[in-house]
């Protein structure tokens, strides 16, 4: 029989441990049900004591990082709704005459909204005054973008 140790459910139900390899040592190893080379030890170890998994704990700068990441995203859909060619490619009709410019600074003007609520509920955030959202719960209360309409 395999010695193993360190036995743990992970986030998509399989099970990491640490085998005794005949060759190699103690060497860390995920179990499935699917695997016929862990196949089997998977059955002993889920009919065991297998510690629970326990999804890791975000610290506050991690998920301030993914609001920002889920604003960034969002902006990016918007110069794309516009026709320019790619997220920043409207930048490029900003601060000189051309037919563009009124469209560009239209998305730049919204970007500016959104990043400036996006700052002050952050402040929120990072001062404890409101409770940090599911990534869609903030999605949901961007400002939501008004296509431009020309003069």
């Known amino acids: ?3 193993y140790i360190n036995q743990k459910y992970n986030e998509d139900g399989t099970i990491n441990c640490d085998i005794n390899h005949p060759d190699y040592g103690w060497i860390p190893t995920t179990l499935s049900p699917d ?5 089997e030890l998977f059955a002993i170890l889920n009919a065991g004591t ?14 301030l990082k993914e609001l920002e990441d889920v604003v960034q995203s969002y902006l990016n859909t918007i110069p794309i709704q ?8 409207f ?5 000189y005459p051309n037919e563009f410019r009124l469209k560009a600074e239209h998305v730049g003007a919204f970007f500016a909204t959104v ?9 929120k955030l990072i001062a404890g ?19 431009y309409q020309g003069v």
């Open 1 to 3: 029989m395999m010695e």
């Open 35 to 39: 695997d016929p080379e862990t196949s």
């Open 50 to 63: 297998v510690a629970s998994y326990t999804p890791p704990v975000k610290t506050q700068e991690e998920l």
């Open 82 to 89: 516009e026709n320019f060619l790619a997220p920043s490619n």
């Open 91 to 95: 930048t490029q009709y900003l601060g």
């Open 115 to 123: 990043w400036g609520y996006s700052n002050t509920e952050k402040d």
């Open 129 to 147: 005054t409101r409770t940090m959202p599911t990534q869609d719960e903030y999605l949901l209360e961007l400002p939501q973008y008004t296509p």
